[in-house]
């Protein structure tokens, strides 16, 4: 028999705008489940970067010190190497925050971080192995969502359904949603190499000839990226991987011997990347956060900061109205209202950069790969690199924490 549990929330997704909604929700007085489909957060490719924004999220939580506490690593600056010759292309030094840095940490630590707090208010939930598979409507309003789970079908009734089940959504789709495609010309490889000591501390981002490689250091590898023309994958595997290896010696000449790492193409894996948008992100009961709602491409590593900054503007204005049972459509409109533009705007500076960097690079194999002028000009500029670390940083409309601490610890 189909079970059914009953709760004010229900939160699909257990990624960085879902778990942060969960607490800040929770933290109010609000009772929360959030259902995530995974068994734990260890996973890989979902993004390490700890934004200045989400360090003041943090200090506004009075959580700042203890997650400090958590291994991580920290840059004042992002640089980019074009054909061996570095630039600096934004700097944190000096925005207006606690913290004036951008942090790398495995996300399964910061997102076992949030659930370590959340769990401290028994108005939190969190079930794993809990699969939302679609929405539950009475008539044009959603009411409810099934969830497939080892124990078996579960039926959950809400006053409000969050989709933040990441790109891909597939409550938004039961829901009626189709997002508006933004073409993105890239796919992403992912895959290990081991660090050794001398090795370069900082992520990386190297562009030679044909090849774009990302990297986020690990303290015992680099999560590495190696970027390729959309739909490419096929034919570079038809080249082989030796051919393969032989383009990432290019780009990262100090581990060249340790390339053989990689036996086959089961370490390789392909991520597709995407950009869309939901023209609407609300329906009765219902609303989208984060990359359920915008999917965004991995360029400037922004898409982590934006799902948080939806999920604190989203508990900001919905924490009263779902407290006092009086939520309406025009609580959830003004959700996306706030938070709409911001996301638009960063995709469509993604875009750009898309354009102006990645294409010419993936498109022209033959081309030796330069700095494009803006990245030269901005050595000169540095109130330019300054604006381009608030714009990574902190985003538009930097979201400030305005939920009470209405339930009392455990
Ligand atoms: C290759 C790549 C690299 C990236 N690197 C960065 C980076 O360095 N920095 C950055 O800021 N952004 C990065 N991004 C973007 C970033 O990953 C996303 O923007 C961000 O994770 C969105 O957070 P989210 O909580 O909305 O969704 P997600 O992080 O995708 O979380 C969704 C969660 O929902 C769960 N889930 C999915 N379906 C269901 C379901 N039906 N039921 C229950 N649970 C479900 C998933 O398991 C997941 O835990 C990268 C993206 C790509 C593609």
Known sequence: MNKELNTTCCIAGGG?????????????????????????????????TIHPSTFTIMDELGLLDDFLLIPHDEQTEVKGTFSGKQYCIANFARLPVVHKVIGFMPQ???????LKEAKKYSTFQLMLHAEATGVIKNGSKVTGVS???????????????????????????????TPIETSAPMDVLWFRVSRKEGDPEQPLLNLVQNNIFIAITRKEYYQSGFLIKKGDFDRIKKEGLAA???????????????????????????????????????????????????????????????ALQDAVAAANILYEPLGNKTLTLTDLKKVQDRRALPS?????????LQNMIISPVLLHPDKEVKAPLFIRLLQYLPLLRTFLGRFIGMGIRPEHVRTPVKTNAN
């Not at 399964?108 to 949030?114: E, G, I, N, S, V």
């Not at 581990?255 to 370490?267: G, I, K, M």
Request: aromatic letters at 10%; hydrophobic letters at 50%; glycine letters at 10%.
């Open 344 to 352: 638009r705007l960063v995709q469509k500076m993604q875009v750009i």
């Open 108 to 114: 399964w630590d910061f997102l076992d971080f949030l």
């Open 16 to 48: 960085p705008a879902g778990m942060m909604m969960g607490l800040l929700l929770a933290r109010a007085g609000i009772q929360v489940i959030v259902l995530e489909k995974h068994g734990d957060f260890f996973r890989d490719f979902r993004g390490d």
């Open 244 to 306: 393969f290896k032989e383009r990432l010696r290019k780009v990262i000449p100090f581990a060249a011997t340790r390339l053989d790492e990689l036996e086959d193409w089961s370490d390789v894996k392909l991520l597709s990347v995407s950009v869309s948008h939901l023209a609407q992100w609300y329906l009765d009961g219902f609303l989208c956060i984060g990359d359920a709602a915008h999917t965004m491409s991995p360029l400037g590593g922004v898409g982590i900061n934006l």
């Open 147 to 177: 969830v497939n789970t080892p124990e078996g079908k579960l039926t959950i009734n809400t006053r409000l359904l969050v989709a933040a089940d990441g790109r891909g959504s597939i409550v938004t789709r039961s829901a009626g949603f």
